[in-house]
DNA sequence: CCACTGCCTTGATCTGGATCAATTCACGTC
DNA sequence: GACGTGAATTGATCCAGATCAAGGCAGTGG
């Protein structure tokens, strides 16, 4: 772990698009002070379910993944969390769900409870926090609509067209080329099937020229039609 | 439909645990001049996926539900709706999933733009509106977590679970005799199963000795403790 | 260079839940 | 009380995906 009380927010990369974005210099000084930086190598946890629900941050860099695990030990992946999403719940006593680097990652971590009143005297972070909080919302509907589809071919196919919007950061058309960002393991976790499965069902859609790998991670989509409607 | 400009707040079921509640009676006028009373009968739909988003709404009685269709017609119930709960997508051009009555509801409705505004200059309502959301964000993801597990007896229970709490309104300990809100068919829709598995698993779980049936919907819960056990 | 360790792939088999197909039940209406 | 209709149950069969079991293929460290 890495801690620094300077916040450096004139070159944060996500200074535009996160949500302290909406505060004006002096409030963005003010958070700033009771903020920090926090590394995560992959793997690590910033909060575990269970534990007393002290902190909530905005990712800088990197990527998060929001899980829970069954207690046979089945991991299930709730959310995925970008560059500028908020996490931590607020307002809860407990955390619920575990918050885990699946890359290295650069967040900025606040007291959760000096947050709140930050928030409280300060509309448009709270209306930049609820904007946020509608979108994580319609992705997890997203998610849920996406594994709850019949077939595993649906989910597979419906999971490699979301990567490839998330991949290019433009929201209206789609990257075909990209490297998934997940494990075969992971993918399984968010899509409620298992390892074999998915493995099997990117070799077919390979097969099918739907799809062309390279390596283990990287996809070129080469019929976005077909996907899509196997997905549909 | 029954409209009315003359919300009588006063006596609102919901008047106390609504967004709205967060408001002084001054801007609660002001809020009321915009909205509408609205009763949607069992099956009627407020908005459709692909509608123009033009509308929200504080439900005041009643329960809807949120769903998206596959092409081939399975719905998914992505989300349930209780009394005080808020309803529509805010900050988005076009609704994405359908806003259907499980029962005669009635609903407080404003144009959405028009409560946009006022959320913009209304600080604690932005605040009410955050907490609802995370609210709703941790119930969906509890319901991914739910619609994820292997078993098809492990979701069932944590459905049957997941009722008992809702049903009795104190969120520490759960009723333990309810009716069903759902038919078979909707609560196949939330878990991503049949109707024919629906059925055969209550079957199994009144001839385990875990629950008892009364008439179609009428559930007592016979053993906790087992059940719980099952949907973990 | 080889051994080790995570991931990933591939094959063979098994099974839980889907699907297809009748009944049966509950309830509102005449 | 008979009738009609949508919901629920129950049974028989089938198949997609789980499970079990080997390998293969990087990347890492000795």
Same mark, same amino acid.
Request: glycine fraction near 8%.
């Given at each position: 772990?890495?801690?620094?009380?300077?916040?450096?927010?004139?070159?944060?990369?996500?200074?535009?698009?996160?949500?302290?974005?909406?505060?004006?210099?002096?409030?963005?000084?003010?958070?700033?002070?009771?903020?920090?930086?926090?590394?995560?190598?992959?793997?690590?946890?910033?909060?575990?379910?269970?534990?007393?629900?002290?902190?909530?941050?905005?990712?800088?860099?990197?990527?998060?993944?929001?899980?829970?695990?069954?207690?046979?030990?089945?991991?299930?992946?709730?959310?995925?969390?970008?560059?500028?999403?908020?996490?931590?719940?607020?307002?809860?006593?407990?955390?619920?769900?575990?918050?885990?680097? +699946?890359? #290295? %990652?650069?967040?900025?971590?606040?007291?959760?409870?000096?947050?709140?009143?930050? =928030?409280?005297? $300060?509309?448009? /972070?709270?209306?930049?926090?609820?904007?946020?909080?509608?979108?994580?919302?319609?992705?997890?509907?997203?998610?849920?609509?996406?594994?709850?589809?019949?077939?595993?071919?649906?989910?597979?196919?419906?999971?490699?067209?979301?990567?490839?919007?998330?991949?290019?950061?433009?929201?209206?058309?789609?990257?075909?080329?990209?490297?998934?960002?997940?494990?075969?393991?992971?993918?399984?976790?968010?899509?409620?099937?298992?390892?074999?499965?998915?493995?099997?069902?990117?070799? +077919?859609? #390979? %097969?099918?020229?739907?799809?062309?790998?390279?390596?283990?991670?990287?996809?070129? =989509?080469?019929? $976005?039609?077909? /996907?899509?409607?196997?997905?549909?």
């Amino acid at each position: 772990m890495n801690s620094n009380s300077n916040l450096a927010c004139d070159t944060c990369p996500v200074r535009e698009s996160a949500a302290c974005a909406s505060l004006n210099d002096e409030e963005r000084i003010k958070l700033s002070k009771i903020g920090r930086h926090k590394i995560l190598k992959k793997g690590e946890t910033l909060t575990a379910a269970g534990d007393e629900n002290t902190v909530c941050a905005t990712l800088v860099s990197g990527a998060l993944k929001i899980t829970s695990n069954d207690r046979d030990g089945t991991e299930r992946i709730l959310s995925l969390v970008h560059p500028a999403g908020f996490v931590g719940e607020l307002f809860s006593p407990a955390v619920h769900h575990d918050v885990v680097a +699946l890359t #290295e %990652s650069k967040l900025c971590v606040f007291s959760r409870p000096q947050y709140e009143e930050i =928030i409280e005297g $300060h509309p448009a /972070l709270a209306l930049a926090l609820l904007r946020r909080s509608a979108d994580d919302l319609f992705d997890a509907r997203s998610m849920m609509d996406l594994a709850g589809k019949r077939s595993a071919d649906a989910r597979v196919a419906g999971l490699i067209q979301a990567f490839a919007r998330a991949a290019s950061h433009s929201p209206c058309h789609s990257a075909d080329t990209f490297d998934l960002p997940l494990t075969r393991g992971e993918m399984a976790g968010m899509l409620g099937l298992t390892i074999e499965t998915i493995s099997r069902k990117l070799g +077919l859609l #390979e %097969s099918d020229g739907l799809i062309k790998r390279q390596g283990a991670r990287g996809i070129r =989509i080469s019929d $976005h039609a077909r /996907l899509a409607e196997l997905s549909d």
